[in-house]
């Protein structure tokens, strides 16, 4: 006769969903509160969002008087509104949604150009790398002197400096002078303001070893408004006759994409 092995089974993890008994439901009751108020653009009573939310009355102004307490809602003529906390979770999605947008763009442009890709603004007066986009064989420029302060050798610098007004170039360069990094680096002050008022617009600035000696570089402008931004690549110097090419193509592609981007500025 067959037996059946009836010793109590070994310790088990579970991986599966949570059962609905282990979910607070005072929890769930309130997002679909929180979801209905956001349909209603000039608020809604508590009543009616009681029956979207599909909860009894009492429950759903309990609910929503804590919301309102905590700053997720706010109360106005007997109406609720999304209030100041939830604007900033929203407020935090939509700047990853943007920093993901970016972070594509220049992975992207990486992989077809063959080069790193920097992506960079202007704020604060200070020159900001906020991305860089590169591989194990085709490595980033070494920050071997301080970007902020030697705007003035390396054409992200040169290509954001070009975009600022007369008096905001003046407190950069009063701030950081110009001065040698490499042989190759622009000699003084008249020769970079004459070079920065000859850029055109959305035309690629490129440096040849003026930042870091055996590596040439060329920047894209992005203007939007009072933010000035770049788009840059690097290549080493043996690869320079890529270089100009390889900035036209990616001036471009952020042509392309340039309506995403000008959301993705102010990161």
Not at 62 to 70: C, K, P
Not at 171 to 177: A, K, S
Request: glycine share 8%; net charge neutral; proline share 6%.
């Amino acid at each position: 006769m067959a037996t059946v092995d009836t010793a109590p089974a070994g310790p088990q993890v579970s991986i599966s969903e949570p059962h609905p008994t282990t979910l607070i439901g005072s929890v769930q009751r309130a997002m679909r509160l929180l979801e209905s108020v956001t349909r209603h653009e000039h608020g809604a009573p508590a009543k009616q969002l009681a029956r979207e939310a599909g909860l009894a009355l009492p429950t759903a102004y309990h609910l929503l008087r804590t919301l309102a307490h905590e700053g997720y809602l706010r109360r106005e003529k007997g109406l609720f509104f999304l209030g100041e906390a939830a604007e900033r979770l929203s407020s935090s999605g939509a700047q990853q949604k943007r920093r993901s947008t970016v972070a594509d763009a220049l992975g992207s442009w990486r992989d077809s150009i063959g080069a790193p890709v920097y992506y960079a603004v202007y704020r604060d007066g200070e020159i900001e790398v906020q991305y860089v986009a590169d591989t194990p064989g085709n490595p980033a420029v070494e920050e071997w002197a301080d970007f902020r302060e030697t705007g003035h050798a390396h054409a992200i610098g040169q290509c954001l400096l070009s975009q600022l007004d007369a008096e905001a170039r003046r407190d950069h360069l009063d701030r950081y002078p110009v001065r040698s990094i490499t042989p190759s680096t622009v000699r003084d002050e008249h020769t970079l303001m004459r070079r920065l008022e000859a850029a055109g617009r959305m035309q690629p600035v490129i440096e040849r070893q003026e930042y870091a000696l055996g590596t040439v570089c060329a920047a894209v402008p992005i203007t939007m408004g009072s933010t000035a931004a770049a788009v840059a690549i690097s290549m080493p110097s043996h690869q320079a006759d890529r270089l100009l090419p390889a900035a036209q193509i990616l001036r471009s592609e952020i042509g392309g994409l340039l309506g995403r981007l000008s959301l993705s500025i102010s990161i």
